[in-house]
């Protein structure tokens, strides 16, 4: 079992640096894929992308040249930066886990973060 | 990527009766050397993380009552709720995990009739 619980702040101004937390706790096996996921309010999932293994990285090319996934691994936790925000990146955050290769089974609540000034 | 598109958007069923949900991928998802449909569906509920159901297309995931079934293969899925429940009203989605990017459908909101 894995318990995710993403933290960081609800408001971000235009043009800053979205940066989430995701604290990871029961089973933080470094052979899981950690992963960021967003849903905009009242629409649907969106793959941002995921670190595993010594720090490998795969992203959406959609977001690629903006994001950055890294992790802490004596924190167990893993983290999410995306710079440049615009109201677009308005969102549920949510971190979520799986086998390398593998289905989404374990996820966080989700964390709301408005994009505005 | 690999484009999910579902059908229908929205569907409206009567309590106890069955519905059917579709997902089609623009790529197969099938991995030839293992046999497997890199597909899942999941459940959402207003305020909730999404819920995995069912994985390699069509197994349940432990603790997901059996009236939720999975079928297909390479391009075209099907969710089932052999009878509904007023619990089973929620928002399900697709994904695929054959191949990054992962791709979510857009989603089919499920209401009782």
């Known amino acids: 079992q894995v318990q995710l619980q993403e933290s960081g702040p609800g408001l971000v101004k235009p043009s800053e640096t979205l940066s989430l937390t995701c604290a990871v706790s029961?089973?933080?096996?470094?052979?899981?894929?950690w992963s960021w996921i967003r849903q905009p309010p009242g629409k649907g999932l969106e793959w941002i992308g995921y670190?595993?293994?010594?720090?490998?990285?795969s992203y959406n090319p959609s977001l690629k040249s903006r994001v950055t996934i890294s992790v802490d691994t004596p924190k167990n936790q893993f983290s999410l930066k995306l710079t440049s925000v615009t109201a677009a990146d308005t969102a549920m955050y949510y971190c979520?886990?799986?086998?390398?290769?593998?289905?989404?089974?374990?996820w966080g609540q989700g964390t709301l973060v408005t994009v505005s000034s | 990527d690999i484009v999910m598109t579902q059908s229908p958007d929205s569907l409206a069923v009567s309590l106890g009766e069955r519905a059917t949900i579709n997902c089609k991928s623009s790529q197969s998802v099938l991995y030839s050397s293992n046999n497997k449909n890199y597909l899942a569906w999941f459940q959402q509920k207003p305020g909730q993380p999404p819920k995995l159901l069912i994985y390699w297309a069509s197994t349940r995931e432990s603790g997901v009552p059996d009236r939720f079934s999975g079928s297909g293969s390479g391009t075209d899925f099907t969710l089932t709720i052999s009878s509904l429940q007023a619990e089973d009203v929620a928002v399900y989605y697709c994904?695929?995990?054959?191949?990054?990017?992962?791709?979510f459908g857009q989603g089919t909101k499920l209401e009782i009739k």
């Open positions: 670190i595993y293994y010594r720090g490998s990285t």
């Open positions: 029961g089973d933080s096996s470094s052979s899981y894929y």
């Open positions: 979520a886990t799986s086998w390398p290769g593998e289905y989404y089974r374990f």
């Open positions: 994904q695929q995990y054959y191949r990054t990017p992962y791709t």
